[in-house]
Structures are given as structure tokens and as C-alpha cells.
């Protein structure tokens, strides 16, 4: 900034003179950034939070002190950062933090493939999971799933544990039944034989395993030709 100074005497005589002063911008850094929201539940949504005021000292900066920056988040986190950065009179930065959290989730809709499942020879019957809230369907990724007496026929249980790190804070539990499997009795053939020669063993066809196949021979209705 340039000044000029000018003099006069009381008999009409004046002197002018110019002076530079040089004015330089004042650091916002150390300023308190106040956010009108610093703490977002997850919803699946981008948040950017906006800032309320800033002040340095007793000084409040109006926006035209600063520029904003703050980057949209949407998955849960503490550390993010919302920067001011001065600019006219102001320079330097200054920062606030803000966060989003874990939504919970009470009374989560957990639906299955099925509800009941015939018995499968032994092997582990795993339905298909879907977890809800309210009808937002929540990513596999947020939780892992456990099955429980899920073998033999009775009542099997699946529980939903939410993971850690994840956005949600979601756990729950649901069941489905085990029913005995259908049988098909199995085909028998038999090739015909000589009376008073040796028995041939009957070839049974395929038949659901955990069983066992008693047969027997009845000859009274033996025959010659």
C-alpha cells in the first residue's frame, strides 16, 4: 500500500510526500473450524460436512476470508479432515475433524433359500443368506454367517455376526428344518440258476446311503424246463 502525506506551512507553502507500507496476510493456522455437523450415521450415502464458522482469535473470518475443502465420504471412518484455506488477507490453513459411524441395526431381516431342506447322505446343508435393513439389503462384506446342526434331520441354526471395521453393527440368528430324504426302494435283478447249483448274488441298483440291503432266497416257487 502506498500512502502520500502532504504538508503546508501557514504561509502557502505545501510539501508532498508518498511512503510504501507493505501489508502482508495474516496465518489462519491454530484457527478453530467449526463444523455445523461432525458426525454422520452410515447410510450408504456420500457425507460432506459444511463449515459454520471460523475464527482466529477474537476475529470471526467471513467466507470470503477462506476456501473449502473437504472430500464426500460414505463408509464409516474417524479420521477425515475438513480443510480452510486463507486467501485475501488471510494464508495459511487450518482443519477440523469429523466422522461417520457404525449404523446398528436392532431387529435385522435375515431370509433364507428355503426353510426346510431334506437330508442330504451326510453332507453340510448351507442355505443361501440375505440380511436386510428395513429393505436395504446389507452387503455380504458387512458380516460373515455360521450354520449349526446342519447335518442330520432336526432344526439347523444360522447366525449373522457383523464383521469388524465394517459400517453396520448387525448380529442375528435364524433357523430351518431338516427333513427326513424320500426313499426309492432300489432295483434287484437276479440271473436265473440250475437247482442244487450255486446261488448267484442279487445286483442291486443305486440306493440313498445309511442304509442297509437285507435279501433272502425263497425256492418254492422254483420251476424246470
Do not use: C
Not at 19 to 41: H, M, P, R, Y
Not at 102 to 127: A, H, M, Q, R, W
Not at 204 to 213: E, L
Request: no cysteine; charged share 15%.
Amino acid at each position: 500500500h502506498t500512502y502520500t502525506y502532504t504538508f503546508e506551512t501557514s504561509d502557502g507553502y505545501s510539501l508532498s510526500q508518498s511512503i510504501t507500507v507493505n501489508v502482508t496476510s495474516k496465518s489462519i493456522t491454530g484457527a478453530k473450524v467449526t463444523l455445523e455437523q461432525d458426525s454422520f450415521e452410515y447410510d450408504g450415502t456420500a457425507k460432506k460436512p459444511t463449515v459454520s464458522e471460523v475464527k482466529l482469535g477474537e476475529t470471526t473470518l467471513t467466507s470470503d476470508d477462506y476456501d473449502v475443502t473437504v472430500t464426500p465420504q460414505t463408509n464409516v471412518g474417524s479420521g477425515y479432515t475438513v480443510t480452510v484455506t486463507g486467501k485475501g488477507n488471510y494464508t495459511g490453513t487450518a482443519s477440523a475433524s469429523w466422522s461417520i459411524t457404525t449404523k446398528t441395526v436392532e431387529n435385522p431381516t435375515i431370509e433364507l433359500s428355503g426353510t426346510s431342506f431334506p437330508y442330504d447322505n451326510g453332507n453340510e446343508i448351507k442355505p443361501t443368506v440375505i440380511v436386510k435393513d428395513g429393505e436395504t439389503t446389507i452387503s455380504t462384506d458387512e458380516y460373515t454367517v455360521a450354520y449349526t446342526n446342519n447335518i442330520n434331520v432336526g432344526t439347523a441354526t444360522v447366525t449373522v455376526t457383523d464383521k469388524d471395521g465394517g459400517n453396520y453393527t448387525v448380529n442375528g440368528s435364524t433357523s430351518f428344518t431338516i427333513d427326513r430324504a424320500s426313499f426309492t426302494a432300489p432295483t434287484v435283478t437276479m440271473r436265473d440258476y440250475t437247482y442244487g447249483g450255486t446261488l448267484p448274488t442279487p445286483s442291486i441298483g443305486t440306493y440313498p446311503g445309511g442304509g442297509t440291503v437285507t435279501y433272502y432266497y425263497n425256492t418254492t416257487n422254483s420251476s424246470s424246463g
